[in-house]
T-cell receptor
């Protein structure tokens, strides 16, 4: 099976712009979670989608949003970019059920630089 | 805040067993212990998880104390490729309203 695919791998934006990141989960996985990773704050949970519905949300401002499509692919959007949004954005997918249902499989991430 | 406490960094000689401790003194009866690692510039990788019994797979062993307040991840024969940040997290069934909280992890250096 192919792993979790995130595109693009690298992105450079300027303050005030908006950005959309894409994540294709492992085939058959319906849960997709997003994380932000920075040197100062570490790995922080953004939100989780399951069957096109947001099931869980972290403590991030409303500028951060996401959605999930019927094929389980997910996108996250950041509007009005700030310098502090520079980070590695990671996507993870999980199986639907069974003993392995809480295991998260991560993509390689999208590194966003805001200038 | 993270529900786990781990040492900031550890060293281990190549070929020796690496034992990474994790304290989770407030763990609930229905919370599992999960271990992930993150090699530089890659996404985290699942290693192993368990509830109360010791677990072993092709990558590592997980030893959970009887009171479940702490656990140890064991990499039996560490190699240079095991140099990474290791995260210990606890969480309940994901169908509940539950946020995954990663702490700072342990930076493991495998020394040649």
């Amino acid at each position: 099976k192919a792993g979790v695919t995130q595109t693009p791998r690298y992105l450079i934006k300027t303050r005030g712009q908006q950005v959309t990141l894409s994540c294709s989960p492992i085939s058959g996985h319906r849960s997709v979670s997003w994380y932000q990773q920075t040197p100062g704050q570490g790995l922080q949970f953004l939100f989780e989608y399951f069957s096109e519905t947001q099931r869980n949300k972290g403590n991030f401002p409303g500028r951060f949003s996401g959605r999930q499509f019927s094929n389980s692919r997910s996108e996250m959007n950041v509007s009005t970019l700030e310098l502090g949004d520079s980070a590695l954005y990671l996507c993870a997918s999980s199986p639907t059920g069974g003993f392995a249902k809480n295991i998260q499989y991560f993509g390689a991430g999208t590194r966003l630089s805001v200038l | 805040d993270a529900k786990t406490t781990q040492p900031t960094s550890m060293d281990c000689a190549e070929g020796r067993a690496a034992n990474l401790p994790c304290n989770h003194s407030t763990i609930s009866g229905n919370e599992y212990v999960y271990w992930y690692r993150q090699i530089h510039s890659q996404g985290p990788q699942y290693i192993i998880h368990g509830l109360k019994n010791n677990e072993t797979n092709e990558m590592a062993s997980l030893i959970i104390t009887e009171d479940r307040k702490s656990s140890t991840l064991i990499l039996p024969h560490a190699t240079l490729r095991d140099t990474a940040v290791y995260y210990c997290i606890v969480r309940v069934d994901r169908n509940r309203d539950d946020k995954i909280i990663f702490g700072k992890g342990t930076r493991l250096h495998i020394l040649p």
